[in-house]
């Protein structure tokens, strides 16, 4: 359990928050819901008599208190083994990762992500767990890491105003209890997630650590006017993409009355969200490929190793997150990048949608890949496109049909029909007499596939 929690370093886990490895409770209630999800994580501390947002409201702690919370953990099966720490009125319960995944509790399987404890399933959380296995990236401990030569404290201490946490704690102290690093006899150890945020020259220790960004002069891979790579910590890596973007898109201005208004070409949530989802999940392990946000003149390309995490539906996506980098996930979500974890997929689209501009694409197998369109380009040349080779044998639905799926070839028939403003039933039948027709096919099964405009041979 390590030395005894004083007050200076309770306060500052109360400015910290509920996290990946914290958990405010003010009563008992669920509390074996929690041991669960942290047993199936990482392991993590509970703190009872502790609202929600970190004010204390206290807790008697009695021999039966105590007994009671040792049995619901041993109800749990298997057994999750805990340890109890009293501090003043707050009663700390260490709970360890455990040795014998999955746990589960009379209400199910539950998992840590972030500051909430997700239900899932049992084969959900067992494919997830095997496709961890024991050795996770951001949570390996990295010997070649020297706190004294290689430690940038600068880095540290911008994370820690971004977070909005006081250095009320010792350097040593403050990595440990963000869960970066950890006390071994003399030595402080950093994991990987600690050097990719507060390493000096993080390529010193791994080469995926890089954000690489590229503006075209075209919409093809031809022309390169610009690249930059940057490799200056997660924060500031996060910072310099979103700025480069910022600078290499497009702005109209809009002018009412005495105020001119600037209008970027795509919403700076969008692409936000897209650059610090890519960071934030991409496959840490995989050295080949890097972070790449390409530029084009009607598109921007943000791309990242690893598709989608082990145990996770893809008829989901969308719906439920599951991270690849715990320990990633959880320091960004306490600063302004991630305002909710899992919900970045969802803003992007509603970003999209309120900007009035095409559906975000995404693509997720051996990599993942999100396309920003630009709207009135991609609708102009996609138009012009398909109108030379339809000619007059599609109706005016049907044509619309055509430009959307070349505008989104993952587009379903319940978005069309939003799109385009007819029924679901009305959709289905006008694709069905373009398959007819021969000039629309369907790539792979109804869910996971894709539609294809055909090429047309002009008689």
Same mark, same amino acid.
């Given at each position: 359990?390590?030395?005894k929690?004083?007050?200076?370093?309770l306060d500052f886990?109360?400015?910290?928050?509920?996290?990946l490895?914290?958990?405010?409770?003010?009563?008992l209630?669920?509390?074996?819901?929690?041991?669960?999800?942290?047993?199936?994580s990482l392991?993590g501390?509970?703190?009872l008599?502790v609202?929600?947002?970190?004010n204390?409201?206290g807790?008697?702690?009695?021999?039966?208190?105590?007994?009671?919370?040792?049995?619901?953990?041993?109800?749990?099966?298997?057994?999750?083994?805990?340890?109890?720490?009293?501090?003043?009125?707050?009663?700390?319960?260490?709970v360890?990762?455990g040795k014998?995944?999955p746990?589960?509790?009379?209400?199910?399987?539950? !998992?840590?992500?972030?500051?909430?404890?997700?239900?899932?399933?049992?084969?959900?959380?067992?494919?997830l767990?095997?496709?961890?296995?024991k050795?996770?990236?951001?949570?390996?401990?990295?010997?070649?890491?020297?706190?004294?030569?290689?430690?940038?404290?600068?880095?540290?201490?911008?994370? !820690?105003k971004?977070?909005?946490i006081?250095?009320?704690?010792?350097?040593k102290d403050?990595?440990?209890?963000?869960?970066?690093?950890e006390?071994?006899?003399?030595?402080?150890?950093?994991?990987?997630?600690?050097?990719?945020?507060?390493?000096?020259?993080?390529?010193?220790?791994f080469?995926?650590?890089?954000v690489?960004?590229?503006?075209?002069?075209?919409?093809?891979? !031809?022309?390169?006017?610009?690249?930059k790579?940057f490799?200056?910590?997660?924060?500031?890596?996060?910072?310099?993409?979103?700025?480069?973007?910022k600078?290499?898109?497009?702005?109209?201005?809009?002018?009412?009355s005495?105020?001119?208004?600037?209008?970027?070409?795509?919403?700076?949530?969008?692409?936000r969200?897209?650059?610090?989802n890519?960071v934030?999940h991409r496959d840490y392990?995989d050295?080949?490929q890097?972070?790449?946000?390409?530029v084009?003149?009607n598109?921007?390309?943000i791309?990242?190793p690893?598709?989608?995490?082990k145990?996770?539906?893809?008829?989901?996506?969308g719906?439920?997150s599951?991270?690849?980098?715990?320990?990633?996930?959880n320091?960004?979500?306490?600063?302004?990048?991630?305002?909710?974890?899992?919900?970045?997929?969802?803003?992007?689209?509603?970003?999209?949608?309120?900007a009035?501009l095409p559906?975000?694409?995404?693509?997720?197998?051996?990599?993942f890949?999100?396309?920003?369109?630009?709207?009135?380009?991609?609708?102009?040349?996609?138009t012009e496109?398909?109108?030379e080779?339809?000619?007059?044998r599609?109706?005016?639905n049907q044509?619309?049909?055509l430009?959307?799926?070349q505008?989104?070839?993952f587009?379903?028939?319940?978005?069309l029909?939003?799109?385009?403003?007819?029924?679901?039933?009305?959709?289905?039948?006008?694709?069905?007499?373009?398959k007819?027709?021969?000039l629309?096919?369907?790539?792979?099964?109804?869910k996971?596939?894709?539609?294809?405009v055909?090429?047309?041979?002009h008689?």
């Amino acid at each position: 359990m390590g030395s005894k929690m004083d007050k200076k370093e309770l306060d500052f886990i109360l400015q910290e928050g509920e996290g990946l490895k914290l958990e405010f409770k003010e009563s008992l209630g669920n509390l074996d819901k929690e041991l669960v999800a942290f047993a199936n994580s990482l392991g993590g501390r509970i703190f009872l008599g502790v609202a929600d947002s970190g004010n204390i409201k206290g807790i008697k702690t009695t021999n039966k208190l105590k007994s009671e919370i040792q049995d619901i953990a041993n109800n749990c099966d298997p057994k999750i083994k805990i340890k109890l720490e009293e501090l003043e009125n707050i009663l700390i319960i260490h709970v360890e990762e455990g040795k014998d995944k999955p746990y589960k509790c009379k209400e199910g399987f539950y !998992l840590r992500q972030g500051p909430n404890s997700q239900k899932l399933k049992r084969d959900e959380i067992i494919d997830l767990i095997h496709g961890s296995g024991k050795i996770r990236f951001d949570t390996q401990i990295n010997n070649k890491f020297n706190i004294n030569r290689d430690l940038d404290k600068n880095k540290l201490n911008k994370f !820690l105003k971004l977070a909005d946490i006081s250095k009320s704690l010792s350097t040593k102290d403050t990595l440990i209890n963000l869960g970066v690093a950890e006390a071994k006899q003399d030595n402080l150890l950093l994991n990987n997630a600690g050097i990719l945020f507060f390493a000096k020259t993080p390529e010193k220790f791994f080469l995926s650590s890089k954000v690489i960004c590229v503006n075209y002069q075209t919409n093809e891979k !031809l022309n390169i006017l610009d690249r930059k790579i940057f490799d200056n910590g997660i924060i500031n890596n996060l910072q310099d993409a979103i700025n480069y973007v910022k600078k290499h898109i497009n702005v109209k201005f809009e002018i009412k009355s005495a105020k001119r208004k600037e209008i970027p070409q795509y919403p700076e949530e969008a692409f936000r969200e897209c650059i610090v989802n890519a960071v934030m999940h991409r496959d840490y392990f995989d050295e080949s490929q890097d972070v790449l946000i390409e530029v084009f003149r009607n598109k921007i390309a943000i791309s990242n190793p690893g598709g989608l995490v082990k145990g996770l539906n893809p008829k989901d996506f969308g719906k439920r997150s599951i991270t690849r980098n715990n320990i990633v996930a959880n320091l960004l979500s306490r600063t302004e990048y991630v305002e909710k974890l899992g919900t970045g997929i969802n803003r992007i689209k509603k970003a999209m949608r309120e900007a009035e501009l095409p559906q975000a694409v995404f693509y997720y197998d051996s990599y993942f890949e999100v396309t920003l369109l630009d709207g009135e380009r991609v609708t102009e040349r996609v138009t012009e496109r398909v109108t030379e080779r339809v000619t007059e044998r599609v109706t005016e639905n049907q044509m619309k049909i055509l430009i959307e799926i070349q505008k989104n070839r993952f587009v379903t028939t319940k978005e069309l029909s939003s799109i385009i403003g007819i029924s679901e039933r009305k959709i289905k039948e006008n694709i069905s007499k373009l398959k007819g027709k021969g000039l629309l096919k369907r790539i792979g099964p109804a869910k996971g596939g894709h539609w294809k405009v055909k090429e047309v041979q002009h008689e």
